[in-house]
């Protein structure tokens, strides 16, 4: 009992001001030893796809950025909190002209990519400019029914982690180049 608030009122909180300058409120603590051992803290996993897999906007998607920005502009036709905790610190939204973008004032870190972009069938390319899979453990289905995409550069993926790959380019029809350098 108490478990998840200590980590997601307090820890998370306490670590995430320390390393990135975050101005949230941690909750009510005494104090934290250690707090220079810690250099990361994972901040989403999408899981499931369970931000996009029942949107109206599956379908017509047409790419994928990862950004280190949350320029997210008026225009966007739909707006998602994928942080892992709900606490906004990762955004994703779709602009006019059907592009996605997962941004974030920082790299973004996944521990399990399972189903993320699951039958986008519009998608033709991803930018995976701001994501760090080093702690990823499970890509299946990762890119599962992107039947337009021809091109994966897949080169700075850190995949020593990652367990289960299982179903990850089924029904990528028309992929003629995949870069796996790093695997």
Request: negative net charge; glycine residues 4%; charged residues 20%.
């Amino acid at each position: 009992s108490g478990k998840s608030s200590l980590v997601n009122e307090i820890l998370f909180k306490v670590v995430s001001n320390n390393l990135y300058k975050v101005k949230e409120k941690p909750g009510l603590h005494k104090s934290f030893k250690g707090l220079e051992y810690i250099d990361k803290v994972y901040l989403t996993s999408l899981r499931e796809g369970s931000y996009f897999k029942e949107d109206q906007y599956l379908t017509k998607i047409k790419s994928i950025s990862f950004v280190e920005n949350e320029n997210i502009p008026a225009t966007a036709l739909k707006v998602y909190d994928v942080s892992y905790d709900k606490n906004n610190l990762i955004k994703a939204w779709i602009d006019t002209e059907y592009n996605l973008y997962i941004g974030s004032e920082w790299k973004i870190y996944s521990k399990d990519l399972s189903y993320a972009f699951y039958n986008m069938s519009g998608v033709e390319s991803i930018i995976f400019d701001n994501l760090n899979t080093s702690e990823t453990t499970s890509m299946h289905s990762l890119f599962f029914g992107l039947s337009r995409i021809t091109n994966l550069n897949l080169s700075m993926f850190d995949t020593s982690n990652v367990i289960n790959m299982g179903f990850m380019f089924q029904n990528c029809n028309h992929l003629a180049e995949l870069d796996l350098s790093s695997f």
